[in-house]
């Protein structure tokens, strides 16, 4: 167990609709990253935040947004949902930010768009 | 564009046996690269941390290599277990700007290992 809480472990939901995932980081991390995996494209970085600010930002689809709230928990919404956005979501959490520290991952939520 | 190469695909092994995977990036500028183990359904486990300047790094039976100046990194895998079984996955960080660092994460090799 790393640590990292990630709900729900599972979803299913249409094409269009509005999704949202939630991460808790470990205790005492400040820093979250958020990643993508399907099968044709491998782990993708999408965003990170530290401390409830924007970090980085990597192939983050413009349907899709997160935030870090003041608790330090994030949550990744993705909006007008298509087939393709069917994927393994992953959140990380870190001490602080990279590149040289230990980034500890959840144990991710299986989205499918049907 | 910065990218990251894994090889093999796949590769299945006896238990006990030793392997190694390559990893090949073109990523700029380096910041770091780490080797991650995935097991099938849940999130990556980190094995190795590397920065420019390391060459070598172990933890138990896993030791990656970096040559930084041909842009390789290799995962060597001693005397192999059941437990070794997994995706094994390389990421190479690039300095961004603000002090930022974005991932690029390999496809991953998977690795099967046979009793």
């Known amino acids: 167990d790393s640590g990292v809480t990630q709900t729900p472990k599972h979803l299913i939901t249409a094409t269009g609709q509005r999704v949202t995932l939630r991460c808790s980081p470990r205790?005492?991390?400040?820093?979250v990253y958020w990643y993508q995996q399907s099968l044709d494209q491998g782990l993708q970085f999408l965003i990170q935040?530290?401390?409830?600010?924007?970090?980085a930002k990597g192939n983050i689809l413009e349907r899709f947004s997160a935030q870090q709230f003041p608790d330090l928990h994030s949550e990744l919404n993705l909006s007008s949902l298509e087939l393709g956005d069917s994927a393994l979501y992953f959140c990380?959490?870190?001490?602080?930010?990279?590149?040289?520290?230990?980034?500890?991952f959840g144990q991710g939520t299986r989205l499918t768009v049907v | 564009k910065n990218q990251v190469e894994q090889s093999p695909q796949s590769l299945i092994i006896l238990e006990g046996k030793n392997c190694t995977l390559q990893?090949?990036?073109?990523?700029?500028?380096?910041?770091?690269l780490r080797w991650y183990k995935q097991d099938t359904g849940r999130g990556p486990v980190s094995l190795t941390i590397?920065?420019?300047?390391?060459n070598t790094k172990s933890n138990g039976r896993y030791t990656a290599t970096l040559d930084a100046d041909t842009k390789q990194s290799s995962l060597h895998i001693t005397a192999s277990q059941l437990s070794d079984s997994a995706s094994y996955i390389c990421?190479?960080?690039?300095?961004?700007?603000?002090?930022?660092?974005?991932?690029?994460f390999g496809r991953g090799t998977s690795l099967i290992v046979h009793p």
């Open positions: 205790s005492g991390d400040l820093s």
């Open positions: 990893c090949n990036y073109t990523v700029s500028p380096f910041s770091n």
């Open positions: 990380a959490s870190s001490v602080v930010s990279w590149p040289n520290t230990e980034a500890f």
């Open positions: 990421v190479v960080s690039a300095g961004a700007s603000g002090g930022s660092y974005i991932p690029t």
């Open positions: 935040y530290y401390n409830g600010e924007e970090r």
């Open positions: 590397m920065t420019f300047s390391e």
